[in-house]
């Protein structure tokens, strides 16, 4: 049971590049999100998923998108990068009320 | 900025307690939740309270909610150098989204 994996964990990227960063869970939950983690910041919520087919954006959405063709998988896509998007990333699953399982993180800098 | 705060830093001895406070903003939050991120990890949920309690004890940990203050406390007994970390409370207020507000974090560091 590996409960929350992200991949790569640490990815450079040139500004204007595109690049998806991946989010697989095992335990069947149906809410994923993906959060933003940035210095001396709490964490912001890009987009999130109530289930398989369903997404919606959070607080910070601008630059990227989600889809979520399996309960499985929920991944984040970066359209065009940008240094602002000079990131840690989280993606997280929710059952019930009970707290979020939360992945290692992916460490994203753009120049 | 945020609306959930929490000091930056606090610095304690081993086997000292330590009191990490936080201090939030809705009133009609239902759940709140510590997390301790240690460096280069993820996220690790330590405890929550619901909005219906004062205290909550788990093992070396002590919740305290204070609701008509808005004040949330988190109480390490006995603290350990292991215990040196970074230590967010967060709340649920967008409970359609159901997205977690963090504070910023308190980083403890545990001196020997």
């Known amino acids: 049971n590996a409960g929350v994996t992200q991949t790569p964990k640490f990815q450079v990227l040139k500004t204007g590049q595109s690049m998806t960063l991946q989010c697989a869970q095992d335990m069947n939950h149906e809410y994923m999100s993906w959060y933003r983690q940035d210095p001396g910041m709490g964490l912001r919520l890009i987009h999130y998923s109530v289930g398989a087919g369903i997404t919606d954006q959070g607080e910070v959405p601008n630059g990227y998108n989600v889809s979520r063709s399996t309960t499985e998988d929920f991944p984040l896509r970066l359209l065009s990068a940008a240094p602002s998007q000079t990131s840690v990333y989280f993606c997280?699953?929710?059952?019930?009320?009970?707290?979020?399982?939360f992945g290692s993180g992916t460490r994203l800098t753009v120049v | 900025g945020e609306d959930v705060e929490q000091s930056l830093f606090l610095s304690v001895r081993e086997g000292d307690s330590s009191v990490i406070n936080c201090t939030y903003t809705?009133?009609?939050?239902?759940?709140l939740y510590w997390y301790k991120q240690e460096p280069g990890a993820g996220l690790q949920l330590l405890t929550y309270?619901?909005?219906?309690?004062d205290m909550k004890q788990d093992q070396r940990l002590t919740v305290l909610l204070n609701k008509k203050d808005k004040h949330l406390s988190l109480r390490i007994a006995d603290t350990q150098t292991g215990d040196s970390a970074i230590y967010f409370c967060?709340?649920?207020?967008?409970?359609?989204?159901?997205?977690?507000?963090f504070g910023s974090g308190t980083r403890l560091q545990v001196q020997p």
């Open positions: 967060a709340e649920i207020r967008d409970t359609g989204r159901r997205a977690l507000t």
């Open positions: 309270i619901f909005s219906n309690m």
């Open positions: 809705d009133s009609s939050s239902t759940y």
């Open positions: 997280a699953t929710l059952q019930g009320s009970y707290g979020y399982t």
